[in-house]
């Protein structure tokens, strides 16, 4: 099929997109990803910079429209990795200042004693290794910023942080993708902006006639340890990112032959449910899967959505 032909096949979707947010009206052109799993486009502010920085290999994929959060503030867009601020240039939102405990609570990692290592102007912390290769192929001195530690273990991770994002070594994938962005701009959208972009610019919808809808969850800790609560959020919307209400949210638990079914409840205007999780019943250092689903009232399944965290104390 040619571009031709796909873009006018996107085009109905795009024009009821942009009749459904109104806070999006800055946005002229809006770019539509091939394959994109959330069905948001990457809007015109920042769509060079996205393709110029990695595109999907480094932000995922859209998971707001963009927005303004406040009536004179920048215009902003969240993607999995990274949030993007506009205000006559791009600029990308300090995630990893956000999200970074400070060293006294990092353990370093042990590094190769070869190979070249890097120093930036402003931060003592060295980046080298394969997560240097990446601050280099993408542009890191714009993109990430200074480094905010050297290469640390945390939840049995290994990762660095930088002033808008984590890199995360990931040594069970393939090797161009073992150096992966962590998804701080979904944990920050969840913690500090899901109200605020549900309430001004995403209208919520009954699930009333709804046959499908994009489930998205998250728990608070990807490793559990000892007196942590781990607690499960999900959401329910739309292709085009409005929030699903009165969807009910069932959540499994799986670890080794077990399952263990558990009730979310309705989800609200914003299209979420939240949960708290009882785990004593599971055994310390297990890689527990949990399996949310949606179901409408009359029984039918309409989306679901699958992630893993371990238990470790």
């Known amino acids: 099929m040619g571009k031709a032909m796909r873009f006018i096949l996107h085009l109905p979707s795009l024009i009821l997109l942009l009749l459904l947010l109104p806070g999006c009206g800055e946005s002229d052109t809006a770019v539509f990803l091939p394959n994109a799993s959330t069905g948001i486009p990457v809007a015109a502010e920042f769509a060079a910079y996205y393709e110029a920085h990695g595109g999907a290999r480094v932000f995922g994929q859209p998971i707001t429209a963009a927005f303004r959060p406040q009536p004179d503030a920048p215009l902003v867009q969240y993607f999995q990795t990274m949030r993007l601020d506009y205000d006559g240039q791009v600029r990308p939102y300090p995630l990893g200042v956000w999200a970074f405990p400070g060293m006294a609570q990092l353990e370093p990692a042990p590094v190769s004693e070869n190979g070249r290592v890097r120093i930036v102007p402003g931060s003592p912390y060295p980046i ?10 993408y542009n890191g001195a714009q993109l990430l910023g200074k480094p905010l530690s050297p290469q640390v273990n945390e939840g049995g991770l290994r990762v660095q942080y930088f002033e808008n994002a984590r890199l995360e070594w990931r040594p069970e994938l393939p090797q161009a993708q073992r150096v992966q962005v962590s998804i701080l ?4 959208f969840d913690a500090e902006m899901a109200f605020t972009y549900r309430r001004e610019v995403a209208r919520p919808i009954s699930s009333a006639g709804i046959t499908a809808v994009q489930v998205t969850a998250a728990v608070r800790y990807p490793v559990l340890y000892t007196g942590e609560k781990q607690v499960l959020s999900a959401m329910a919307q739309t292709g085009d990112g409005r929030p ?20 979310m409840g309705i989800t609200d205007d914003s299209g979420r449910a939240q949960l708290a999780l009882d785990l004593g019943a599971i055994p310390p250092g297990k890689e ?24 470790w104390w």
């Open 244 to 263: 699903v209400s009165d969807i009910r949210l069932t959540a499994t638990l799986l670890f080794d032959d077990e399952q263990i079914d558990l009730e």
């Open 128 to 137: 080298q290794d394969e997560f240097l290769v990446f601050y280099e192929t």
């Open 185 to 188: 701009a979904q944990n920050h």
């Open 288 to 311: 527990v899967q949990v399996r949310v689903t949606a179901v409408r009232s009359d029984g039918q399944e309409v989306g679901r959505h699958t992630l893993v965290f371990r238990t």
